[in-house]
């Protein structure tokens, strides 16, 4: 009697999303990182659409904020002087 041959297992992805990896950061490390200071920051979030990342309630008495949202917002920021710049560049460029 001949034995089947044997199969190796199939390694299937799992239907679950992959989890990015982040952390949440609190006020004092917010203002490090973005050179801005509490009340700038919460100015900032108050506006409509809001102009800086929303924080997250940790618990009632506790609020972070998303890593990746507070670096995408320093990011944004020095794209657009950059873009400034570049235009301010431009302009003076075109006008001689």
């Known amino acids: ?17 992959v989890v990015r990896r982040d952390r949440l950061i609190r006020l004092p490390e917010v203002e490090r990182v973005t050179s801005i200071r509490k009340s700038t920051i919460y100015s900032l979030m108050s506006q409509t659409p809001p ?13 972070a904020w998303p890593e990746s949202a507070v670096l995408q917002w320093v990011q944004d920021r020095i794209a657009q002087a950059q873009d400034a710049s570049a235009a301010a560049a431009a302009a003076q460029g075109a006008s001689q």
Do not use: I, K
Request: glycine share 0%; hydrophobic share 35%.
């Open 1 to 17: 009697m001949e034995n089947p041959p044997m199969s190796l297992p199939q390694l299937v992805h799992s239907a679950r999303e």
């Open 51 to 63: 102009a800086f990342p929303r924080c997250v309630q940790v618990t009632p008495r506790c609020v």
